[in-house]
């Protein structure tokens, strides 16, 4: 048994954390989160430069990491920085390019000189219905794609855009350029920051990456375990920052934390986040196995991270008081992230169903 | 038992319906349903409404402009209008002030500032809070000093809503270092206009201008502004807190909250059927309709005491925490319900009239912001651990 990083994932972590601290300093930070794309372009070319974005991809396709520790250890770094950006666009697109095998391709995207998104979910109408699912069609030797996806990452930004769709073959990932025609996008912010967007393709053309359903569900359980190590280290910002204030801020002449009713609950807090960085660690470490062993651990994770991250944001804005709610505290803008990463790649109930059917199979 | 309204209870109810049909402004209640933004004109046109019917302060005596409703019918109206998604009353001058004057104020006072609350003459704001003084409120800082037939005022106060609103500030000052700390704080009505007050405004985590610092350096306040005794304004803000606070569970602003959470459950579908019949999140739902209903009934049993003729202490503090818990999970759930579509953030989609495109199902714009935003609730008028803490020593003796 080994729960250390190991020593070369320890070192890129590391640079990452110190670059992070060097260049997104909080103003910056929020800056860049409001920014029209949501995210700082000098930020993503020094990431490319420093070869991060090689840690989310295997030695074949030009990269020299691809494990899902090495995804966590990264994202866990991104959580930290509280950073905004194509990171979860450009590790599941990336990871579609790298089955396909398009070496080349993935290889700009590491350089930082294309922006890689991934169109997944369905869009919804105004009702809160899906609607129009995105269809594949083959014309002669080219593909054409019709249909909507629904909150994009970074869809304003992106240059290259890893879509799914049904064939009459069934589920296929496709590659689309962003500027092509019939291709249309409506970006906009997100409340925790960093941007998003509509994607409608009207026979828009595109090329077939990978044909069946496998590479895709691969792809968003890498996806579950990079957002749950996010999801962990944001979590012990909050905790980290919370125990401190508790130890601060004084009312009655104590400081808060002298209060049993405090004390208590942020040991729980502290303890359930515990539980989360467990499961963080496990959905990594089965990752590999066999798919229903990988989708149940990845499941129990995100229902995990789902739950505790309610809980670790709530309880850290209910501590602070009033101070714990404004705009201008970081600790607010950590605690907005946590709750939305609940809302990526499915929810605390939708894994909690999903788990249920995986362990009365299993 | 009988949980049934009496007759008259429930001739009651048909009026303030019919009221609301005919008076309530479509432009309004549909702002408030759909969780768009209030500006103060739109609060301003409600209160004016509502006074012109007398209904402004139901709970101020008849001879100051209030009503003889029983506790009961108190309760049917603002169950009535939360379900009507009618804006809520803004609560510093008719809540309140008004209480206080009514208790504390001399003749003149009462006189010359009521009809103010009721016809908006006067958009109060509630100066308690400072940096240094949240739940211990009573080590509050801003101080007063008499000087000839004026008090003269420095400090700052903090987290005061909707100061940018408000032409006055009722606030509670330090005019003794002397003693228990409870004994040298007195009540005072500041004009914000008088020079060497400024307010400074606070972003909320959800993005939305709703709280302010207020600070006064050497601001000038004609004595006859002091309410009750000096050094014994504390009784003035005990008195706001224990006062008899019918409505402090929001039990019709969670009915009329689930009512829209109910709907958006049926129309929206996940996985191919509708949310409703998604078995985990049906649980949520049950969970939070079964624990509105006891709480009605929570609050209706301390209604009917506080119509015998008690004070609750303990019961209001119970009220307000199990209370504002159903609040904040019902809006938690109405994020869980707009799944993806709880993160994108239209500013625009957020002000009435828009008319735009919404993202995903309209609905959903708001949901993310007013689950971030109603963390507030457990943490003003009393953290909901100081409610605790009143429970344990007054209830239990602990
Ligand atoms: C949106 C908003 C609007 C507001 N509007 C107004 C307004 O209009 N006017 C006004 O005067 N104030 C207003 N307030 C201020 C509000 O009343 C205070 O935030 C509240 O009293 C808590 O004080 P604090 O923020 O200083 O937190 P603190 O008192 O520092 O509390 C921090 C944490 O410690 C807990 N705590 C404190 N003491 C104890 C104890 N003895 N035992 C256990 N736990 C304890 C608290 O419950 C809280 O969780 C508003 C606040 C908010 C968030």
């Known amino acids: 048994m080994d729960f250390s990083l190991g020593d070369d994932r320890r070192m890129m972590a590391d640079s990452l954390s110190r670059y992070f601290a060097d260049t997104l300093g909080w103003e910056a930070r929020q800056a860049a989160a409001e920014s029209e794309?949501?995210?700082?372009?000098?930020?993503?070319?020094?990431l490319a430069e420093l070869g991060v974005l090689g840690l989310l991809f295997g030695e074949e396709a030009g990269g020299y990491g691809g494990s899902a520790f090495d995804a966590g250890a990264v994202f866990a770094e991104v959580g930290k920085a509280l950073a905004t950006g194509p990171f979860l666009g450009t590790l599941l697109g990336g990871n579609i390019l790298e089955a396909a095998g398009e070496a080349d391709l993935l290889g700009e995207v590491i350089a930082g000189s294309k922006i890689l998104t991934f169109a997944d979910d369905p869009a919804m109408d105004s009702n809160g219905v899906v609607t129009d699912p995105v269809k594949a069609v083959k014309e002669g030797e080219a593909w054409r794609l019709s249909g909507a996806k629904g909150v994009v990452d970074y869809l304003g930004s992106a240059d290259l855009i890893v879509v799914t769709a049904e064939a009459d073959a069934g589920w296929a990932s496709f590659l689309v350029e962003a500027d092509a025609e019939g291709v249309?996008?409506?970006?906009?912010?997100?409340?925790?920051?960093?941007?998003?967007?509509?994607l409608t393709l009207e026979g828009a053309s595109a090329r077939l990456l990978v044909s069946g359903e496998d590479a895709i569900s691969k792809a968003r359980a890498l996806g579950l375990v990079a957002t749950v190590w996010e999801a962990v280290a944001v979590m012990e910002v909050l905790r980290d920052a919370t125990i401190e204030y508790l130890g601060t801020r004084k009312q009655f002449g104590v400081p808060i934390g002298a209060f049993q009713a405090l004390k208590h609950r942020m040991t729980s807090v502290a303890l359930e986040i515990e539980q989360a960085r467990s499961a963080a660690i496990n959905a990594a470490a089965y990752f590999a196995k066999d798919p229903a062993t990988r989708d149940r651990y990845g499941s129990a994770a995100k229902y995990t991270a789902g739950k505790v991250g309610a809980l670790t944001a709530e309880e850290a804005i209910q501590m602070h008081g009033g101070i714990g709610m404004s705009w201008e505290m970081p600790l607010s803008h950590f605690a907005k992230r946590l709750v939305m990463l609940d809302h990526v790649l499915g929810d605390e109930d939708a894994h909690m169903a999903r788990y249920l059917k995986l362990a009365s199979a299993a | 038992m009988d949980l049934d309204f009496t007759e008259k209870d429930e001739a009651f109810r048909e009026e303030v319906r019919e009221f609301l049909n005919e008076k309530l402004p479509k432009r309004l209640s549909d702002k408030v349903r759909q969780g768009q933004r209030l500006t103060k004109a739109d609060m301003e046109e409600w209160h004016a409404i509502l006074n012109e019917r007398g209904w402004l302060a139901p709970h101020w005596p008849v001879e100051w402009g209030g009503t003889d409703w029983s506790v009961v019918q108190r309760f049917i109206f603002e169950t009535?209008?939360?379900?009507?998604?009618?804006?809520?009353?803004?609560?510093?001058?008719?809540?309140?002030?008004?209480?206080?004057?009514?208790?504390f104020g001399t003749e003149e006072q009462k006189k010359h500032w009521l009809p103010r609350i009721l016809d908006g003459s006067d958009w109060w704001c509630q100066g308690y809070s400072e940096p240094g003084a949240g739940s211990d409120l009573a080590s509050l800082k801003t101080s007063a000093v008499r000087e000839g037939d004026h008090y003269v005022i420095n400090g700052q106060k903090t987290w005061t809503t909707l100061a940018q609103c408000a032409n006055k500030i009722f606030c509670l000052v330090r005019t003794s270092k002397e003693g228990k700390k409870q004994e040298g704080i007195s009540f005072l009505l500041v004009d914000m206009d008088t020079p060497g007050?400024?307010?400074?405004?606070?972003?909320?985590?959800?993005?939305?201008?709703?709280?302010?610092?207020?600070?006064?350096?050497?601001?000038?306040?004609?004595?006859?502004?002091?309410?009750?005794?000096?050094?014994?304004?504390?009784?003035?803000?005990?008195?706001?807190?224990?006062?008899?606070?019918?409505?402090?569970?929001?039990?019709g602003a969670s009915m009329a909250a689930f009512e829209r959470l109910k709907e958006v459950a049926r129309t929206t579908r996940r996985n191919g059927s509708a949310l409703i019949e998604d078995s985990l999140f049906a649980a949520r739902m049950a969970e939070v309709e079964i624990d509105l209903e006891n709480m009605r009934t929570t609050n209706l049993r301390v209604l009917d005491s506080v119509g015998r003729g008690q004070t609750p202490m303990a019961e209001s503090s119970m009220l307000k925490i199990r209370g504002t818990e159903i609040r904040q999970k019902i809006t938690a759930l109405m994020r869980r319900a707009a799944g993806r579509y709880a993160q994108p953030f239209l500013d625009e989609a957020l002000e009435g009239g828009f008319n735009g495109e919404p993202v995903g199902p309209g609905w959903a714009a708001p949901v993310a912001s007013q689950y971030f935003n109603n963390r507030k609730l457990s943490i003003f008028g009393g953290s909901n651990e100081v409610q605790r803490e009143i429970i344990g020593k007054s209830m239990m003796g602990l």
Do not use: Q
Not at chain 2, 90 to 100: Q, R
Not at chain 2, 207 to 222: L, R, T
């Open chain 2, 197 to 251: 007050v400024e307010v400074r405004p606070i972003k909320l985590l959800d993005g939305d201008h709703e709280v302010n610092e207020v600070w006064f350096s050497d601001v000038k306040v004609p004595v006859e502004n002091l309410v009750g005794e000096e050094n014994k304004g504390w009784t003035c803000a005990k008195y706001l807190l224990s006062y008899e606070r019918t409505n402090i569970a929001g039990v």
């Open chain 1, 184 to 198: 249309e996008r409506r970006a906009y912010p997100l409340v925790d920051g960093g941007a998003a967007g509509e």
């Open chain 2, 80 to 103: 009535e209008t939360a379900m009507a998604h009618a804006p809520r009353v803004v609560p510093f001058g008719v809540s309140m002030l008004g209480p206080v004057l009514i208790k």
């Open chain 1, 37 to 46: 794309a949501g995210f700082s372009r000098d930020m993503w070319a020094g």
